[in-house]
């Protein structure tokens, strides 16, 4: 699929078919996501894929109960949790830029993962400590998202857009 067609009808997947991920295309969105330009090229992005069903549960249990995402980790066959190192990257007028280095490096795996044919489901929604604890992360790293990663087992629609004249302005803002 090409880029902008997988931009275009990239769309967030919580159900899942139970096939596995072939290893090939896992390396594929992962090798995407590691591609990602970052600040200083600091490339500041960890991942840790998660497969076995331990493990998706217990990740699982770290969103909060309203979350819907709860059940799209268990059911899909892959999560991948993304964690950065703020270390690696800097801060600009207060701004801690391993934010945007690792949603960046996020962006770059959902959109490889669409143009594979995979579902993905981005995850911010989550308890970090309790992340960190399951998976034992660092205390220097931080959980940025997470997101699980199949084959999807519904084809949602479209949801809705603003379109450009709502939110583009030229040479500076005005109107709205």
Not at 30 to 43: F, V, Y
Not at 112 to 130: F, N, Q, R, S, V
Request: aromatic letters at 6%; one cysteine or more.
């Amino acid at each position: 699929m090409e880029l902008l067609k997988a931009v275009e009808e990239r769309r967030s997947i919580r159900r899942f078919r139970p096939d596995p991920v072939e290893e090939e295309k896992l390396t594929t969105v992962l090798e995407a996501a590691r591609r990602a330009p970052s600040w200083k090229n600091g490339q500041c992005w960890r991942f840790i894929v998660v497969q076995s069903e331990e493990g998706r549960r217990a990740l699982a249990q770290c969103l909060p109960l309203t979350n819907p995402g709860r059940k799209a980790l268990v059911q899909a066959p892959v999560n991948v949790v993304l964690c950065a190192d703020p270390a690696a990257s800097e801060e600009w007028e207060g701004r801690a830029y391993y934010l945007v280095d690792a949603a960046i490096a996020m962006e770059h795996l959902v959109l490889a993962a669409a143009a594979l044919g995979l579902g993905t489901c981005w995850i911010g929604m989550m308890y970090e400590e309790e992340i960190r604890r399951a998976l034992a992360i660092p205390p220097a790293i931080r959980v940025v998202a997470l997101t699980p990663l199949g084959y999807p087992a519904e084809n949602p629609r479209p949801r809705p857009r603003k379109g450009l004249d709502e939110i583009v302005f030229r040479e500076r803002w005005e109107g709205l």
